[in-house]
């Protein structure tokens, strides 16, 4: 067997970490390490920083970061920025037409484990957003409030209040 070898690729002969972001659903831009620093940042306090860049000075601060979904919003001088990042691995993916957003789409929601259903919050034909809350389930004597992997329209319930449900067992079905 032989060892590895890195394929010879453009993207890959490249080792400096690229990415892209995205601002306000609006500018992209391209962002690698720079080994020539040409800024300064200081921690004012947590998730508060001072910038200086080119003799100007910059206050941001870091409102929201979801590492999962790869946002970041960032108040700099008072103005807020959405901003998303990809990576060279998601820019790759988007290239071969494997987004990460065509695989949140979801079939259906399972019970992450056993319990007793206590409230449905949803109906058939409801539309539904990814971390919105869709039901109460008991388990372990504690009430837990399940959240949409993803979007979706409900195609049918499977459960009813009141019904005891075991792990992985379907409790929802999607468009």
Known sequence: MRPFAPLKRPFVTNHKKMYKAKINQKKEIE??????KD????????NSFHILQNNKSYKAEIVNADIEEKTITVKVNGNTY?????????????????????????????APM????????????????K??????????????SLKSPGDGIIKSIQIKKGE???KNQVLLVLE
């Open 39 to 46: 800024w300064d940042i200081f921690e004012i306090k947590e």
């Open 82 to 110: 959405n901003i998303e990042v990809k990576d060279k691995m998601d820019l790759l993916l988007e290239k071969m037409g494997m987004s990460n957003q065509a695989s949140k789409k979801i079939k259906d929601i399972k």
């Open 114 to 129: 056993p319990g007793l259903v206590l409230e449905i919050k949803v109906a058939i034909g409801d539309e539904i957003k």
């Open 131 to 144: 971390g919105e809350s869709i039901l109460i389930l008991e388990a372990m004597k504690m009430e837990n």
């Open 31 to 36: 962002i690698a390490p720079n080994p020539t």
């Open 164 to 166: 005891a449900v075991e």
